[in-house]
């Protein structure tokens, strides 16, 4: 990653103002709160340029209808735009897969936007459902990926 940048584990109020920024901007009441954010095996990872949150995604043990436990979900994927390309979201997403597989897990899923499809794709992310609508978001698919 360019610029010296650093991953670290962050709380989730920490997390949740890059959240709305990049993920939630102009939507009513707070938004960038998902259900899950505060159990006790939920982590927050952010992404820093120096001392600078630049961006930030959450680790959820929270399995899909007819998974095993060993499934996690990722939410709340978010890098400012000005530092995209710079492997903060990259490297995001390597501290959230390797947390998960010392926890035991084998499987990562989440809900893409269809503009990150490419990023995820990219990072051996499979999409694995058709196009469906968040409403006041907009086009997203499911993706997952088996770790090891």
């Known amino acids: 990653m360019s610029g010296g940048g650093t991953v670290r584990r962050i709380d989730i109020a920490t997390a949740r103002p890059l959240r709305v920024t990049v993920l939630r901007a102009g939507m009513p009441g707070d938004p960038a709160i998902f259900a899950g954010d ?49 492997g903060h979201g990259a490297a995001l ?21 269809r503009a990150a499809e490419g990023f995820y794709a990219r990072m051996r992310y499979t999409t694995v459902s058709d196009e469906f609508d968040v409403p006041g978001i907009g086009p ?3 993706m997952e990926k088996r770790l090891g």
Do not use: C, K, Y
């Open 93 to 113: 997403i390597a501290a959230a897969e390797a947390f998960i597989g010392e926890q035991g897990g084998t499987s990562i899923w989440f809900n893409a936007r």
């Open 38 to 86: 505060d159990e006790p095996e939920t982590v927050h990872f952010g992404a820093f340029a120096g001392d600078s949150l630049v961006g930030v995604v959450t680790a959820m043990h929270h399995q899909r209808p007819g998974a095993g436990p060993e499934e996690w979900q990722l939410r709340g994927m978010a890098t400012l735009p000005e530092v995209r390309g710079e």
């Open 140 to 142: 997203h698919v499911v």
